[in-house]
């Protein structure tokens, strides 16, 4: 539509000459049309000459001016050519396809899209009309032949062809039943080693830290199993896998205890901890939060501390696993948007080691 009115205005303009001018039009016409291909051959002169829209945009409009007999010897292309560039330029008035591609039912909303690729990730066996269901479930209604398009563009196949889980997905899935156990040591101020023996849920995270010895023994690894399973109760349904080492503190009646709930025992490699790389950790973060940080007296203040730290861990330390969520926790605390008149609460763990936070209600 612009370039239609310029080409009209500039049209208008080099016609007044020919109004007030009639026997030197033509000539100064041609004149412009030569000093135009000169300023042209000179700026393409280490290549094929090329017309730029600009160029034809003013051979067109000089073209009104000049006589139909002396378009040949004036300008460089044909009748013809020069013609259909004249067409063109009065067609762009009445070219309506922009205004046509903005006709018809609106496009899906990028957000939309974005939820529709989030569930085919997160499920991979879902086809695409049960993502259909599952949006018109949370409100959003699509046709299904729309959500197949956006999968086909974002490159997602058919639920039947996707690939299987990653080991990460399958490793998070099977998670669930997997209990681990391991040994860690402390020493007293005294110079005093202590051995503790720790078990970590890998669903829910959950520690339980069962008792402080200066002696380990098979024994007394068998109590400490029998009772985590008096502990749990019910819980132990759900656990399919123990997870430990091939420590000789163990033993077969260690292991008779969780065979006896349908366990199935997992030993780690030798001299492999990352295969039991979850105990490895917590025992890292007990150490580095707790135990760098206090003087252990004996087995009783041991005892104690451990016993507050594992308290804190399960009721109010976050972990990226479960999204900020403490062990404890099922549901994501309300969002807190007006911070004025909202006394802040600190618990002080061990002393001030470690602290927690609370909104006074």
Known sequence: MIISMLYRVARGLLSVPGVLLRRDTAKD??????????????RQLAGPV????????????????????????VFPVTPGTLLARHRRCLAAKWDYSARRARI????????????IL???????????????GELARLGHPIAASTVWE?????????????????????????????????????????????????????????????DVTAHPTREWAVQQARNLAADLGVRM?????????????????????????????LQSAPRAPRMNAHCERVSGTIRREALDHVLIVNEAHARHVLAAYQRHYNDHRPHRARHQLPPGADLQPVAVHDLKGRRL?????????????????
């Open 50 to 73: 090329r017309y730029e829209p600009a160029d034809r945009f003013w051979l067109a409009a000089l073209s009104g001016l000049i006589p139909r007999r002396r378009w040949r010897q």
């Open 118 to 132: 989030q569930l085919a990730r997160e499920n991979p066996r879902w086809g695409h009309r049960r993502i259909q």
């Open 29 to 42: 016409a041609e004149l412009l049309v030569l000093r135009h291909e000169n300023a042209v051959l000179r």
């Open 150 to 210: 956006i999968l086909h563009l974002a490159g997602i196949d058919p639920a039947p062809r996707r690939a299987g889980p990653t080991w990460r997905e399958f490793l998070t899935n099977q998670a669930q039943g997997i209990i681990a156990v391991d040994f860690f040591h402390l020493d007293t101020v005294l110079g005093i080693r202590l051995y503790a023996l720790a078990y970590l849920e890998h669903g829910t995270r959950h520690l339980h830290i069962t």
């Open 237 to 265: 349904e759900s656990l399919r896998f123990l997870l430990r080492d091939r420590d000789g503190k163990y033993g077969q009646s260690f292991d008779a205890v969780f065979e006896a709930e349908e366990i199935k025992i």
């Open 104 to 115: 018809g039912r609106p496009p899906t909303r990028a957000t939309l899209r974005r939820l």
């Open 345 to 361: 609460l600190r618990t002080r763990i061990l002393g001030g080691v470690i602290n927690e936070y609370r909104y006074a209600a």
